[in-house]
């Protein structure tokens, strides 16, 4: 653990930064219309294509990792949206700002499932357990979204050109680090793809297996539905604290999302240090999501917003941790962790496209309607799960055999084949 702690930081430094790029930019947009002539239109481009390209280059990326190397692919990846930002700096005209945008989502696309796969990597050289990784990783994107405003904020005298000059430089030297960070290719990596695939003569043990691209599109879904939620209430929780009738509407907001905020990077490191089953997770966050989102539709008052929403942080904060987790562990059954950390992103990112438009047209009807409809689908989301946890007991993480982080673990894999095999099969062929 000692000699990976330098990777590890390296890693996080990365996380950080590609999740401070979804915030770092909001204090600037009213600098765009004087710098680019940015109208309206142009301004909700800027975000929507960077979000469509990061969502849509995902698969290409995770195809690239399971092709070539991680640490390469991350380099170059960070790369392109190096430049992407360099561009977003200089630009001066509204075609070059799209296109910048567009230059950036594609390098944070493609680096996202590198960052995965390095992090797979790096708890199998090292013996971490996923959870505890994915707990440090989740807290890192909570990081990055507060840190994005932050630093906008204070070098709003530097201005935009300069504050994003110095962030390519960042990003540059950060490409850099991910090679030191993320092991490089491993050569039982073609072996373990052989292994995990059972032969036609080989007896089934219980339920048929999954294929890891089902796993994928339904963990991919959980996280977009996460996603969808909170990217809804972004824009609906600023105008419902403003109806409720406060002296300083703009404090009422700041505070009530920099404290769920902080309760979502608190329960990812603490859930990190302990290994819960993913049914557990999953029901638990979806239960605190409901919970939440019913809650809110009570009162629009700071004080019972505020409570609700960290109730509700905390539920999306096991809900991130829960999806995250089962997609690095489907590495147990699967050589393609590349294209399933490629399709999980895609599936995934949609939840930011499709929560501001759907919480948007609910809160036209009236203002309690989002809290109400989206509370009332968690509920269902639930007992869905609760459904499928009883007919299927193959879910990712919920046996111990299924996550294999270590060395030692890999190892030991081989020589317990046999022992996955029924008595009374193996009796057979012995003759």
């Not at 001066?92 to 996202?112: K, N, P, Q």
């Not at 030191?180 to 373990?192: K, M, T, V």
């Not at 793809?193 to 089902?214: F, H, I, L, Q, Y």
């Not at 629009?300 to 562990?329: D, H, K, N």
Request: charged share 10%.
């Amino acid at each position: 653990m000692g000699a990976g702690r330098g990777r590890i930081a390296l890693l996080l430094a990365a996380v950080i930064s590609v999740n401070a790029s979804y915030t770092v930019m909001i204090p600037f947009v009213p600098d765009l219309e004087h710098r680019a002539g940015a109208g309206p239109v142009v301004v909700a481009l800027t975000f929507a294509l960077f979000a469509g390209a990061k969502a849509l280059t995902q698969p290409l990326g995770g195809w690239w990792v399971d092709k070539w190397r991680a640490d390469r692919v991350a380099m170059l990846s960070m790369l392109i949206a190096a430049v992407g930002i360099a561009l977003t700096a200089l630009a001066r005209d509204s075609f070059t700002l799209l296109s910048a945008r567009v230059c950036w989502g594609i390098g944070e696309g493609l680096v996202s499932p590198a960052l995965y796969a390095g992090m797979t990597a790096l708890c199998r050289q090292h013996g971490i357990p996923t959870s505890r990784m994915m707990g440090n990783f989740g807290s890192a994107a909570v990081a990055g979204f507060l840190l994005g405003p932050l630093i906008a904020g204070v070098a709003v005298p530097v201005g935009l050109t300069g504050l994003f000059l110095a962030g390519a430089a960042i990003t540059a030297a950060t490409a850099v680090g991910l090679v030191l960070a993320i092991p490089g290719q491993e050569p039982a990596e073609p072996r373990e793809e052989e292994d995990s695939a059972p032969g036609p003569d080989t007896p089934a043990a219980g339920p048929a297996p999954v294929r890891w691209w089902v796993w994928a599109l339904l963990l991919g879904g959980l996280d977009m539905f996460t996603f969808l939620v909170y990217s809804a209430l972004e824009p609906l929780l600023p105008v419902y604290l403003s109806s409720g009738g406060h002296t300083s509407a703009r404090t009422a907001i700041s505070a009530v999302f920099v404290a769920g905020l902080a309760v979502s990077g608190l329960t990812m490191w603490l859930l990190g240090r302990h290994t819960l089953p993913l049914r557990t997770l999953a029901a638990t966050g979806l239960a605190l999501t409901a919970v939440g989102l019913l809650a809110m539709a009570a009162s629009a008052q700071v004080m019972a917003v505020g409570g609700s929403f960290m109730v509700y942080m905390f539920g999306y904060a096991t809900l991130f941790l829960t999806a995250r987790r089962g997609i690095v562990e489907l590495k147990a059954a699967t050589a393609n962790d590349g294209k399933a950390f490629g399709l999980f992103g895609l599936v995934s990112d949609l939840g930011n496209v499709l929560g501001p438009v759907i919480g948007v047209a609910l809160y036209a009807v009236t203002d309690r309607l989002p809290f109400l409809v989206l509370g009332g689908v968690s509920g269902l989301v639930l007992l869905a799960v609760a459904l499928v946890g009883r007919r299927r007991s193959t879910v990712p993480g919920t046996t111990p055999a299924a996550p294999v982080r270590t060395a030692q673990a890999a190892g030991a894999r081989d020589a317990g084949d046999t022992a996955a095999v029924p008595a009374a099969a193996a009796v057979d062929r012995d003759g």
